[in-house]
């Protein structure tokens, strides 16, 4: 056996002497799950010789399956505090609870792209951006692998909603593929993620795990990947998916409980009779257990104490693997809570009275992990979607258990309504309560499971449980109505977010286990407002560039064409001049900020950058065809300085409430790139931002830098990363369509 040479720290060398006298067979077992249900863990790669194997777990948010772990807050809401520090902390305390529980390759994290604003496994995700959704795979994958588990970037690609997820063929042209939906993955192997994971669908017609061009030549060519590939459970479609680049079948079996796989003994017939070379059953061997090497998961890691499927196997409850996560799980969920609406009725300061208003306020009545992965109707708060990416909630605060608490100090008389179907009641029990705060939700999930008539998909963009009636009930009786929302996605909030009496509404997320107390965090002043959309609130449905795809008989291959290319979410709104109701990137405070000074600088290349591809590229070239050439140093080491301040001009939360818990205020400032007409790009693209906190009258310099990456675009006949012809201007702010200062990208 003849090893390739890779960097993956010292893992190649260790692995080879390892394996070097394994046989066709061991080496295609590396490579095979065991089957469903066959092991502890939703996924299992068996012992081979000194190789312990290993044990795949769900999910992006916790360890699934499995009691005493943390319910993290939703990627969504994790993007939505557009915080990189608090992104990398989750992925942290994710992965060592992982490892804790003797995971080796945790399932995830989620990167789909939110195209479409129904998709029912977005709040999984990171939002409808590539940059944000990179960075936050970046930093979490950063975190997950810090803290001993191995990362997987998934579903990759162009897996963007549920309905025939393995019956339907995304078609997306190249440029867009490039610039928009991988760009996320591209992220995940910079940041050095050991596992990719390829999704159900077909892309151009070809399924994705068997997709030479996606795998081979963009992930494992141009991106440079070093890591396994391994399918979605179920997803392999025949055995030449080794040669188009899969390394690994999960869960080994062609379909649950078969008994049979595409790997296996098929595998080992194509190699023993040369239709699949021996040398590409080393390199995917080889692939697996380097990243176990690479992971140091030879060093005395924990043995797997998980039972996926025999949830009252005590060996669930043998390993308390919490620590302290509750303190980040509160922080991330109040700093991934946006603002919307505040006409002065934020922070609450000692109210004499309020009530609650909806069952989403209220702690669910069976308990918080009422139905299986999550998938039923929510009777109480909801705090995470349904499928696969869930955990089992060890408690669930709701917001009546945090405000209950909060008004025992304040001396506030607290009412509460959790009936959502008996309006009449409802208005009525708000009639002369200084506030009425109303709770409303929108669930979704995998498509495995149907809820309401939801298969995974959301049928509509409304609240649940007529959550439109209910605050339309509350606000007819009530003048200080507060709406607080936790949702999967966008909703259309038309009928009633002009309503007078509607004075704020806080668009809380799915926050996870300590969701009532982070909203109470955030009603209260104890944490100032600091998230940001990671999409955009549209003023109708038909306003979103792409719609949910339906139909087709149990035969048919449904074809989804990608016509609106890069114009996704707030490109488009962009492009069409259409007005949303909360853009992307919005989101307000408690107290307000002012830009100015706004500066560019060059900044001299490092003396080992490849300066005849920076000037290639200065000159209008691309970036050549050759192995890592989109992850190339020279392409995404810093090249420009943008440096601006930013002064708090407020006081500090606009109330007294919280002046001795935070002396500082975060702010989000965003940098938006827009392109030469040249580039055929849509008019704003978000390339920077970054999280600052600045106290009452304080004046901070803030600094964002550019590659040369973020400032290039695909270039389809060349193949390569190239600077448009003509001006690159730019814009720093507040949000997708509140820019305070514009500058001009140096020639």
């Known amino acids: 056996m003849v090893c390739r040479v890779v960097v993956l720290d010292n893992a190649i060398p260790l692995f080879c002497a390892q394996i070097s006298n394994f046989t066709i ?264 257990i380097a990243a176990w090497y690479y992971m140091h998961q030879d060093e005395n890691y924990p043995n797997a104490t998980v039972s996926s499927f025999d949830f009252y196997n005590p060996i669930n409850r043998e390993v308390n693997a919490q620590s302290d996560h509750y303190i980040i799980v509160r922080e991330i969920g109040a700093a991934g809570t946006v603002l919307l609406k505040n006409e002065g009725a934020l922070p609450l300061y000692k109210p004499k009275s309020i009530v609650l208003v909806g069952s989403d306020a209220a702690p669910p009545v069976s308990g918080p992990n009422e139905y299986s992965d999550q998938g039923g109707d929510p009777s109480g708060i909801l705090a995470m979607g349904w499928g696969s990416g869930t955990d089992n909630f060890t408690y669930l605060i709701s917001p009546y258990e945090a405000i209950q608490a909060r008004a025992r100090v304040d001396q506030t008389s607290v009412f509460w309504n959790f009936d959502d179907w008996n309006l009449d009641n409802a208005g009525n029990s708000v009639i002369g309560m200084e506030a009425a705060i109303v709770f409303v939700n929108s669930d979704s999930g995998e498509g495995y499971i149907t809820v309401d008539g939801n298969a995974g998909d959301r049928k509509n ?7 439109d009636q209910l605050i339309l009930a509350v606000a007819a009786q009530n003048n200080n109505t507060i709406v607080v929302t ?97 853009e992307f990137g919005f989101g307000l405070s408690y107290t307000t900020f002012e830009y100015s000074n706004l500066g560019i600088m060059k900044i001299k290349p490092a003396d080992y950058a490849q300066m005849d591809l920076i000037q290639n590229w200065e000159n209008g070239g691309a970036t050549p065809v050759a192995e890592g050439s989109s992850t190339a140093l020279w392409l995404h080491m810093p090249a420009y300085q943008v440096t601006f301040n930013v002064k708090n001009t407020g006081s500090l939360y606009g109330g007294e409430a919280c002046h001795s818990y935070r002396p500082f205020t975060p702010i989000i400032p965003q940098l938006y790139i827009h392109h030469p007409p040249s580039a055929a790009e849509p008019p704003s693209i978000l390339k920077g931002f970054t999280n600052v906190e600045v106290s009452p009258g304080q004046t901070t310099s803030v600094s964002i830098t550019l590659s040369r990456y973020d400032l290039s675009i695909w270039d389809v006949v060349r193949q390569g990363w190239a600077k448009p012809e003509g001006t690159i201007t730019f814009s720093v702010g507040a949000s997708s369509r509140d820019f305070r200062l514009d500058g001009v990208i140096p020639a």
């Not at 939110?114 to 939002?127: D, L, S």
């Not at 963009?461 to 959550?467: K, P, S, V």
Request: with cysteine.
């Open 25 to 288: 067979q061991q080496k295609v077992n590396v490579t095979t799950g065991v089957g469903w249900a066959n092991g502890l863990c939703v996924g299992n790669i068996p012992a081979v010789g000194n190789f312990p194997g290993l044990c795949l777990q769900d999910s992006p948010l916790g360890v699934r399956d499995t009691d005493l772990v943390t319910s993290f807050p939703a990627g969504i809401t994790t993007a939505s505090t557009w915080n990189r520090a608090l992104m990398r902390a989750r992925g942290l305390a994710i992965g060592q609870e992982n490892r804790m529980k003797g995971v080796n390759v945790a399932l995830g994290p989620m990167m789909n792209m939110g195209r479409i604003a129904q998709g029912g496994r977005n709040w999984e995700g990171f939002g409808a951006d590539p940059f944000l959704s990179g960075e936050t795979a970046y930093e979490t994958i950063l975190g997950l692998q810090a803290g001993g588990v191995q990362a997987t970037a998934k579903h990759y690609i162009n897996n963007e909603q549920e309905w025939k997820r393995t019956q339907e063929s995304s078609n997306v042209d190249d440029r867009t593929q490039h610039e928009i939906y991988a760009q996320p993955f591209m992220r995940s192997v910079m940041a050095g993620v050991s596992s990719v994971m390829c999704s159900y669908n077909l892309v151009n017609d070809t399924y994705a795990c068997n997709n030479n061009k996606t795998l081979n030549d963009i992930m494992k060519r141009e991106f440079g990947f070093q890591g396994f590939i391994q399918s979605d459970w179920s997803a392999t479609m025949n055995t030449l998916s080794a040669v188009a680049g899969l390394d690994m079948t999960m869960p080994g079996d062609i379909t649950f409980d078969s008994g049979t796989s595409y790997f296996g003994q098929n595998l080992t017939d194509f190699v023993m009779n040369g239709t699949i070379s021996e040398q590409r059953l080393d390199d995917m061997a080889t692939r697996i």
């Open 461 to 467: 963009l409304t609240a649940w449980h007529q959550g």
């Open 486 to 582: 936790n949702s999967v996605g966008p909703l259309i909030i038309e009928p009633w977010v002009e309503h007078p009496n509607v004075t704020a509404i806080v668009w809380a997320n799915l926050g996870g286990n300590e969701a009532g107390n982070a909203i109470t965090d955030i009603l209260y002043g104890a944490w100032n407002p600091s998230g940001k959309l990671p999409y955009t609130i549209a003023k109708s449905p038909a306003d979103y560039p792409a719609q949910l795809v339906t139909g087709g008989t149990a035969a048919d291959i449904l074809s989804i064409n990608y016509t609106e290319g890069l114009f996704i979410d707030y490109r488009w709104f962009d492009a069409q001049n259409i007005t949303p109701r909360y």
